[in-house]
C-alpha cells in the first residue's frame, strides 16, 4: 500500500529531520563518492549516472555537502 505524498513528506521529516528530495540527493551524492574512488568513469558520466541535470549542478552540490569539489 502506498501512503499520500504529504503523509510521506511528513514521515520524513518527523524521522529523519530532512525532506524526502534531500534523502534522495544526499543517497545519490553518496553514491557518486564510491564512482569517484573507482576511478574509472569521468566526473561528467558519474554526474549524470547520479541523475544530476549537468556537470555544474552536481559539482555545486557536492561541494555544498562535503565541502570540496568532486575533482578533488
Given at each position: 500500500m502506498l501512503?499520500?505524498?504529504?503523509?510521506?513528506?511528513k514521515?520524513?521529516?518527523e524521522?529523519?529531520?530532512?525532506?524526502?528530495?534531500?534523502?534522495i540527493?544526499k543517497?545519490?551524492?553518496?553514491?557518486?563518492?564510491v564512482?569517484?574512488r573507482?576511478?574509472?568513469?569521468?566526473i561528467?558520466?558519474?554526474?549524470?549516472?547520479?541523475?544530476?541535470?549537468s556537470i555544474?549542478?552536481?559539482?555545486?552540490?557536492f561541494?555544498?555537502?562535503?565541502?570540496?569539489?568532486?575533482?578533488e
Amino acid at each position: 500500500m502506498l501512503f499520500p505524498r504529504k503523509y510521506r513528506a511528513k514521515l520524513f521529516d518527523e524521522h529523519l529531520k530532512i525532506p524526502p528530495g534531500q534523502d534522495i540527493t544526499k543517497i545519490r551524492l553518496e553514491e557518486s563518492k564510491v564512482l569517484l574512488r573507482g576511478g574509472k568513469i569521468t566526473i561528467g558520466e558519474i554526474a549524470k549516472k547520479c541523475g544530476f541535470s549537468s556537470i555544474q549542478q552536481y559539482s555545486r552540490r557536492f561541494r555544498q555537502t562535503f565541502g570540496i569539489s568532486p575533482s578533488e
